[in-house]
């Protein structure tokens, strides 16, 4: 059995620590240390929009203020349904993003890779800024040499802009290489943090990601917005040569960790600490994002607790920590109370689960949070080690934005249980490894009135207005060996309404749905929402989401090498209303750019296509294998 072979693969290493703490001790070189996240230009934009903050800010005790973040502009606040209503500002944020290679190319801790992908020559690009109700108007060039590409902007609900979704292969084709262009255009109905990445080939492990950060009201005040921190794994393979081994073998830990864009190499001490500066006295609202391919980080910082006030772009009631999980694809707001003495502190990552959250061959990979005074130098307490948190998020946060629904009414059966089984190196979902058509995406046969669709596109269709669904999602309880995944659905936000009982993932425990014992165990009145949320290993996931938003939506494993084996379905949200809702001028943009790509591919391709075409592994060939 291949299963043997991928499970030996997957917890080799398992007897090793499952937590080290901490950066290692000083010493006499000169750190550098950079510059406050706050005060980064590292942003570009075009036209970027009117100028000022909608929702106004600044000192004082006025609207959006340290002292009064609830409120926002124009009658809106934290307690406004943003699903209902939405500021209209009558501002775009216009931004360029153009996508670029590069050969033998000195990453952050001095190791060449042979091959990364950019944007705006960044390996981790611009931060898209933008208020709440504002619109995006997003040009995408693609000017890498031989791959094509689809930037997903990830939580964007896209309400009645799912054309705009990036998803190639879903709702466009792939926007050809060697100067094709698109440009994306939708509204930010949400607030908080967020980010964007290719859903195509293996540009999301190869670089081409991004944070979103949109202003609006907060659940708790704090006195400064410190802006988007991605953590990302990081590695010196390119992410087509990981996908290929993927095909045969268990991924590689990472080789490390990069915050913000930086890192250290633990041995040969090349590259700088990322650095976060912290005001005595002061609040602080940092923006954690995961961009990760594979590895879930713990987070702690030493000595302070972190206050969550969003999750996935949903505001919470404050809920304080210690530590936090934080699963690939998802987002925290948490604000930290500088209230310790004036000093350096780790900001530290481990992995948990015994390996089965992620590894890293840095054993240490940390940044710096300096207060304002500190003296230059590294930090001296390494910290406590966090608990281990098993590959498990948090299932208690309560939204702001209450949405209660009676688990009574349940029913569950095969139309809406979903199955997820590891067949060899294959990922399957309700028994059909997903793998798109670029040439012939999803929304084509929407726009055209065909339901004759590709078994290969793994669509379950959805009808009925504004009612809730449920979805229970199992973990291959009868199989040889199970993994946690991070399950991410575009299009909403769900109903995190149970999940099976929480145990060490490499017990492998099995657990099946059982509705005498677990349908008291489930939570409908105000449960935690979110567009991530971690499928525990060999148990089940049980959500629920309204059909509100016509589309056609992913809802896919955020981890790399799992999505580019298979393991995603889309959800056909009540099509006839989808196609009415597309403009004439939206559908010439989409025949056009597919019309581009169809001209490239695949008679004037170099490389096949060779996994699901979502994301990772495409066009592996196009870099020399060693």
């Given amino acids: 059995m291949k299963l043997f072979g991928i499970a030996a693969a997957l917890v080799a290493g398992l007897l090793a620590p499952s937590f080290v703490l901490g950066a290692p001790a000083p010493d006499n070189e000169n750190r550098n240390l950079l510059t406050p996240v706050d005060k980064r230009q590292d942003f570009t934009t075009e036209g970027y929009g009117d100028g000022g903050g909608y929702g106004g800010g600044g000192g004082g005790g006025g609207c959006n203020s340290p002292k009064n973040r609830q409120c926002w502009s124009g009658g809106f606040n934290i307690n406004t349904d943003y699903e209902l209503g939405t500021p209209n500002t009558g501002n775009t944020r216009r931004y360029t993003l153009t996508l670029t290679e590069t050969d033998n190319w000195i990453g952050p801790d001095g190791v060449k890779k042979d091959k990364v992908m950019m944007v705006n020559g960044k390996?981790?690009?611009?931060?898209?800024?933008?208020?709440?109700?504002?619109?995006?108007?997003?040009?995408?060039?693609?000017?890498?040499?031989?791959?094509g590409t689809s930037i997903h902007w990830h939580g964007m609900h896209q309400r009645n802009s799912n054309i705009q979704d990036g998803a190639?292969?879903?709702?466009?084709?792939?926007?050809?290489?060697?100067?094709?262009?698109?440009?994306?255009?939708?509204?930010?109905?949400?607030?908080?943090?967020?980010?964007?990445?290719?859903?195509?080939?293996?540009?999301?492990?190869?670089?081409?990601?991004?944070?979103?950060?949109?202003n609006g009201p907060a659940s708790a005040n704090y006195d400064v917005d410190l802006g988007a921190f991605p953590l990302m794994d990081y590695y010196y393979e390119t992410a087509d040569r990981i996908v290929l081994l993927t095909q045969h073998a268990g991924p590689p830990p990472s080789d490390n960790v990069l915050f913000n864009g930086f890192a250290k190499h633990p041995t040969t001490g090349a590259g700088q600490y990322a650095t976060v500066s912290l005001t005595k006295g002061k609040k602080h609202r940092l923006r954690l994002i995961n961009t990760s391919v594979e590895n879930h980080f713990q987070l702690s910082l030493v000595n302070h607790s972190m206050t969550i006030i969003a999750a996935d772009l949903v505001p919470v009631q404050p809920y304080k920590v210690d530590s936090l999980l934080l699963g690939v694809g998802q987002r925290y707001d948490v604000?930290?109370?500088?209230?310790?003495?004036?000093?350096?502190?780790?900001f530290n990552v481990t992995f948990g689960g015994n390996g089965l959250c992620g590894a890293c061959n840095n054993p240490k990979p940390a940044a710096i949070f300096k207060y304002q005074g500190a003296p230059n130098g590294l930090p001296t307490n390494q910290g406590v080690v966090p608990p281990d948190h098993q590959c498990l998020d948090l299932v208690d946060l309560k939204p702001v934005l209450q949405r209660s629904l009676n688990t009574d009414s349940i029913a569950l059966n095969p139309g809406n249980t979903i199955p997820i089984t590891l067949d060899g190196f294959v990922w399957r979902v309700?028994?059909?490894?997903?793998?798109?058509?670029?040439?012939k995406p999803v929304l084509e046969y929407v726009l055209t009135g065909?339901?004759?669709?590709?078994?290969?596109?793994?669509?379950?269709?959805?009808?009925?207005?504004?009612?809730?669904?449920?979805?229970?999602?199992?973990?291959?309880?009868?199989?040889?060996?199970?993994?946690?995944?991070?399950?991410?659905?575009?299009?909403?936000?769900?109903?995190?309404?149970?999940?099976?009982?929480?145990?060490?993932?490499?017990?492998?425990?099995?657990?099946?749905?059982?509705?005498?014992v677990d349908m008291p165990r489930l939570k409908g009145n105000n449960p935690t929402r979110r567009d991530v949320a971690m499928l525990p290993a060999k148990g089940w996931l049980l959500i629920a989401f309204r059909t509100d938003n016509p589309g056609a939506w992913l809802m896919h494993c955020h981890i790399a090498w799992h999505v580019s084996g298979g393991l995603a379905n889309q959800f056909l949200e009540r099509a006839q209303d989808l196609k009415n809702g597309i403009s004439n001028a939206d559908k010439k943009a989409f025949n056009d750019n597919c019309n581009a790509w169809r001209a490239y591919f695949p008679d004037n391709a170099p490389y096949p296509k060779d996994d699901s075409g979502l994301r990772s592994g495409v066009k592996a060939r196009q870099v020399r294998m060693k």
């Fill in 123 to 147: 390996i981790i690009g611009p931060t898209l800024q933008a208020d709440w109700g504002d619109y995006f108007e997003i040009t995408v060039i693609n000017r890498l040499k031989s791959n």
């Fill in 168 to 214: 190639n292969g879903v709702t466009e084709c792939p926007i050809p290489p060697n100067g094709g262009s698109k440009v994306y255009r939708f509204q930010a109905t949400q607030y908080g943090t967020s980010w964007y990445h290719s859903h195509f080939s293996a540009q999301y492990g190869n670089g081409i990601v991004g944070a979103i950060v949109i």
């Fill in 430 to 439: 309700n028994g059909t490894a997903m793998n798109v058509d670029w040439n």
């Fill in 450 to 516: 065909n339901t004759n669709y590709s078994q290969s596109d793994n669509i379950v269709q959805i009808d009925g207005v504004n009612q809730w669904k449920y979805w229970l999602i199992e973990n291959d309880p009868d199989g040889g060996f199970s993994l946690p995944h991070p399950i991410h659905l575009h299009g909403h936000d769900f109903l995190v309404l149970g999940r099976s009982p929480d145990v060490a993932a490499i017990s492998q425990t099995r657990y099946v749905f059982d509705p005498a």
């Fill in 335 to 346: 604000i930290i109370d500088a209230n310790q003495a004036v000093g350096n502190y780790w």
